[in-house]
């Protein structure tokens, strides 16, 4: 007579799973605290004031201006922020993507251009404040891209330095012809983990819970 189908699984089998469940429990635990955490920050930050540092999350391009001022920008709270040369917060400024990415750069005349992916809108923006706003098609896009030095990089070249940001609050300015290198601390709070990486925690831990109890 054939048992196969009745036959259960090894006791160690059965502890690891076990074993592996309780550690999902925790960690799915951590993860939707975590979760909370930071949406609930993102919710507290104040996105609409132009003198109110956000916290910087998700990486969004890099620009210098004239001045030596550093521009940083942040996809998860569609923002740019502009910092000294020494990494005090100046100003910041939001505006609409609805769920989709952005880019930016600057010219000769600290005129920052922003083009928004959804809708395709192309922004111009002085000190903070918007000047123009109008619709782009794919074309128009790319040429102004282009034509400003738009991309979505951690590194900028700008009159012989080098700017390269460091995790989400430093950034290393390197001379290119010294090689000398100084570090400066941008003045504006950071979210450990992003709202992502805070869900892929507790959506790990799920999945040891279903892995761990699941077949027992």
Same mark, same amino acid.
């Given at each position: 007579m054939n048992n196969t189908k009745n036959k259960k699984p090894k006791k160690y089998i059965v502890?690891? !799973?076990a074993a592996a469940g309780f550690l999902g429990c925790m960690i799915a635990a951590v993860g939707?605290?975590?979760f909370l955490s930071v949406a609930s920050s993102s919710a507290k930050a104040d996105f609409t004031s132009l003198y109110s540092a956000a916290p910087i999350d998700g990486f969004n391009g890099l620009a210098v201006d004239s001045n030596g001022h550093i521009l940083i920008g942040s996809a998860e709270n @569609?923002?740019?922020q502009?910092? @000294?040369p020494n990494g005090e917060f100046l100003y910041g400024f939001s505006f609409p993507t609805s769920g989709g990415s952005f880019t930016f750069g600057i010219d000769h005349m600290d005129t920052i251009h922003v083009i928004v992916y959804r809708?395709?809108?192309y922004l111009q923006y !002085?000190?903070?404040t918007l000047l123009s706003s109008e619709k782009v098609d794919y074309s128009e896009q790319k040429y102004l891209e282009e034509k400003y030095q738009m991309?979505? !990089?951690?590194t900028n070249d700008y009159s012989g330095k080098r700017y390269s940001l460091l995790g989400r609050r430093r950034v290393v300015i390197e001379d290119l012809k010294t090689k000398d290198k100084s570090t400066v601390r941008l003045d504006t709070s950071a979210w450990r983990l992003s709202?992502?990486?805070s869900w892929l925690i507790m959506a790990s831990g799920i999945g040891l819970i279903f892995w761990g109890f699941a077949w027992i």
């Open positions: 502890y690891i !799973k939707l605290m975590l @569609s923002r740019i502009v910092f @000294s809708p395709d809108t !002085k000190n903070g991309a979505l !990089k951690r709202i992502f990486q």
